[in-house]
């Protein structure tokens, strides 16, 4: 956003690119298809989203590969391939371990595999255990030893999101001076991933051990937390950029349908407990829509707390796009429940969403906990205005 709230001519022209690309190869068909094939992705589609549309790095700066962007530009690309539920491992990649890697310390191991996720040759999942978006050093299962210069890793990481078809995994882990964030190949004999049954299918889960399994130091311990929260919050932000697409996709499916579908002879749009609800969602999606989109500037701004914005935008764009989901099924009628429509599809999504990175009523406690518990009168929380700082 050149100025803040504005979206420029350039972000206008990403979001036709984006939407003429999920088009092409993320049409419902596909994405059916997909969602059932192993990997759940077309590995040459994710390459061309790398390297021929330059989504996958888009607030990278340049000096490490990427296009120079603003995290903003991600989240315009982002909303645009949600609204399509494109499928590949995004949450992993784009929302966790590109963030991560370029809040790191410049190293031969961070830059060569931050390349790789940027150019979308490689992909990526992060097992880091989170409290609603937020990291606590206790909560981490792994164990990390040294021999000389090299590292191995002992533990368990549960429920990691695009486990199944990373090519890399980012692990916390507890080593001897610390908790330290590490890189580990999955293609190692000693990382053994067993794939979980989800209700997306389009988002894949797995449990994974690792049993003294090769790892390289990413962000040692002096900077590993920070390393780590701030991706967390980055992933929050874009994670409810998501909620706002897919959402707005079902509001105007629901609208479009609304429009059509004849009961008594009249659109059931005419009627106005049909009018009464899609209104609702319209002021659902719209509230949502400047939840995330505020967050995602803060967090480019860095004029306001940034797990503040990050947990509000999950509070608002949760709920919201929870509501969406279920009323679209409800504006549908009986073609609502089908396996044939898609609507099944996004309240898939919208219930797994609601649960990464902590639900709606988890992030409601965590604002009140950062504003009721850990601001005083002297240190209020950082509220962006839109003003320079």
């Not at 979206?7 to 059932?36: I, K, N």
């Not at 991560?100 to 790789?116: I, K, T």
């Not at 609800?277 to 002021?283: E, F, M, P």
């Not at 803060?298 to 509070?315: E, K, R, Y």
Request: with cysteine.
């Amino acid at each position: 956003m050149a100025e803040p709230f504005i979206f420029t001519d350039e972000q206008a022209q990403l979001r036709a690119a984006v939407s003429g690309f999920c088009g092409d190869h993320f049409d419902e068909a596909t994405v059916r298809r997909l969602m059932e094939s192993d990997p759940p992705f077309d590995r040459a589609v994710w390459g061309r989203l790398g390297a021929e549309l330059g989504v996958l790095g888009l607030s990278v700066p340049e000096a490490d590969g990427g296009v120079g962007g603003s995290l903003v530009d991600q989240a315009v690309a982002v909303e645009r391939l949600a609204a399509s539920l494109a499928c590949g491992p995004l949450f992993g990649t784009v929302y966790l371990a590109i963030p991560a890697l370029v809040a790191a310390s410049a190293g031969p191991a961070r830059d060569a595999l931050l390349a790789e996720l940027i150019e979308g040759r490689r992909t990526a999942a992060v097992a880091v255990a989170d409290r609603a978006g937020g990291f606590d050093p206790a909560d981490v299962a792994v164990t990390a030893t040294a021999s000389g210069d090299d590292w191995t890793l002992t533990g368990t990481a549960t429920r990691v999101v695009d486990g199944t078809v990373a090519d890399d995994l980012l692990v916390a882990a507890t080593g001897p001076d610390g908790v330290a964030l590490f890189a580990v190949d999955t293609t190692s004999a000693r990382v053994q991933r067993t794939s979980l049954n989800t209700l997306d299918l389009t988002r894949p889960q797995a449990d994974v051990e690792f049993t003294d399994a090769p790892a390289t130091l990413v962000a040692a311990p002096d900077e590993a937390v920070r390393v780590i929260e701030h991706a967390l919050q980055v992933g929050s932000a874009l994670l409810a950029v998501e909620q706002v697409g897919a959402a707005r996709h079902l509001l105007d499916l629901s609208v479009e349908y609304a429009k059509t579908r004849l009961q008594f002879g009249r659109p059931i749009g005419s009627f106005q407990a049909v009018k009464h609800k899609l209104a609702d969602l319209l002021v659902e999606v719209e509230h949502a829509q400047s939840a995330a989109y505020h967050a995602v500037w803060a967090l480019s701004d860095g004029t306001d707390d940034p797990a503040l914005a990050a947990s509000i935008a999950q509070a608002v764009c949760s709920a919201a796009f929870t509501r969406v989901a279920t009323d679209t099924i409800q504006v549908h009628g009986g073609i609502g429940f089908t396996w044939e429509h898609q609507a099944h599809l996004y309240y898939k999504r919208a219930t797994t969403d609601a649960a990464l990175l902590g639900n709606a009523e988890q992030h409601r406690n965590r604002v009140a906990e950062l504003v009721l518990d850990v601001a005083t009168a002297d240190r209020p929380p950082r509220v962006a205005d839109g003003r320079s700082a």
